[in-house]
C-alpha cells in the first residue's frame, strides 16, 4: 500500500521560493495519478496540480500558473513541488495524493479515486 510523506515546508516572505517534496513508498508513482493540494486556515482543500498516470496529462490551477513547477525523481520515488514568486495568499498546509485519474474542475485539478493523501506540510508566507 503506497505512503506518502510530504516536507519541505517552512516560513518564507512573500516572494521567497520553496520547493516541497512527496516521498512514495511501497510502490511506484508511475501506476498513479498524482496530485498537490492545499487548504489555507478557515478554507476548503483545493487542487494545485495533478499528473496523469505515465504523465498521460497535467493541470496547474490558475493561482500557480507561472509560478508553481512540478518535477519527479523516479529513482527516489518523489515528486517535488517548486514554489516560486510566493505570496501571502500561499499559506497552506499543502498535501500530495494519488488516486486514479487527474482531472480539472473548472480550473482546479483534482483526482478522482483518491488512495491515499500525506500528512501534509506547513507553508506559510509572510513578512
Known amino acids: 500500500q503506497v505512503q506518502l510523506v510530504e516536507s519541505g515546508g517552512g516560513l518564507v516572505q512573500p516572494g521567497s521560493s520553496l520547493r516541497l517534496s512527496c516521498a512514495a513508498s511501497g510502490t511506484t508513482l508511475d501506476a498513479y495519478a498524482i496530485g498537490w493540494f492545499r487548504q489555507a486556515p478557515g478554507k476548503e482543500r483545493e487542487g494545485v496540480f495533478c499528473m496523469g498516470v505515465s504523465e498521460s496529462n497535467t493541470y496547474y490551477a490558475d493561482s500557480v500558473k507561472g509560478r508553481f513547477t512540478i518535477s519527479r525523481d523516479n529513482a527516489k520515488n518523489t515528486l517535488y513541488l517548486q514554489m516560486n514568486s510566493l505570496k501571502p495568499e500561499d499559506t497552506a498546509v499543502y498535501y500530495c495524493?494519488?488516486?486514479?485519474?487527474?482531472?480539472?474542475?473548472?480550473?482546479?485539478?483534482?483526482?478522482?479515486?483518491?488512495?491515499?493523501w500525506g500528512q501534509g506540510t506547513l507553508v506559510t508566507v509572510s513578512s
Open positions: 495524493a494519488v488516486g486514479r485519474e487527474c482531472t480539472v474542475l473548472g480550473d482546479m485539478p483534482l483526482i478522482r479515486h483518491l488512495e491515499r
